[in-house]
């Protein structure tokens, strides 16, 4: 089985930073892609982005794109999620995923994570 446990958000001012972290259990090899989701309140969930287990690549969704940055630490079987500069608009409860394949639709996400709550007040 896959766990995933995402963690490390909180309540933060807009143009400084935040990192959540989602930690991974189960290891598989079928499960190279590691995702980021959000949803905002009274919205639809958005992705953010993914980074591949297997080989260096990163993807990002355009509203995040040059401000969020996605890592890994493959000792720690840990990804992360480097938010910064915040705006009050990132406000959300982000979501960690995996799946085998490489994709930016949650509908081909097969194992989620619970999600963190991070808050970005003016």
């Known amino acids: 089985q896959v766990q995933l446990v995402a963690s490390r958000g909180g309540l933060v001012q807009a143009r400084r930073h935040v990192r959540a972290s989602c930690a991974r259990a189960g290891l598989t090899v079928a499960t190279y892609n590691l995702g980021w989701f959000r949803q905002a309140p009274g919205k639809e969930r958005e992705f953010v982005g993914y980074?591949?287990?297997?080989?260096?690549?990163?993807y990002y969704a355009d509203s995040v794109e040059g401000r969020f940055t996605i890592s890994r630490d493959n000792s720690k079987n840990t990804w992360y999620l480097q938010m910064n500069p915040l705006k009050p608009e990132d406000t959300a409860v982000y979501s960690c995923?995996?799946?085998?394949?490489?994709?930016?639709?949650?509908?081909?996400?097969?194992?989620w994570g619970q999600g963190t709550q991070v808050t970005v007040s003016s």
């Open positions: 980074i591949r287990w297997d080989i260096e690549r990163t």
């Open positions: 995923a995996a799946c085998g394949g490489v994709t930016t639709n949650a509908d081909g996400y097969r194992y």
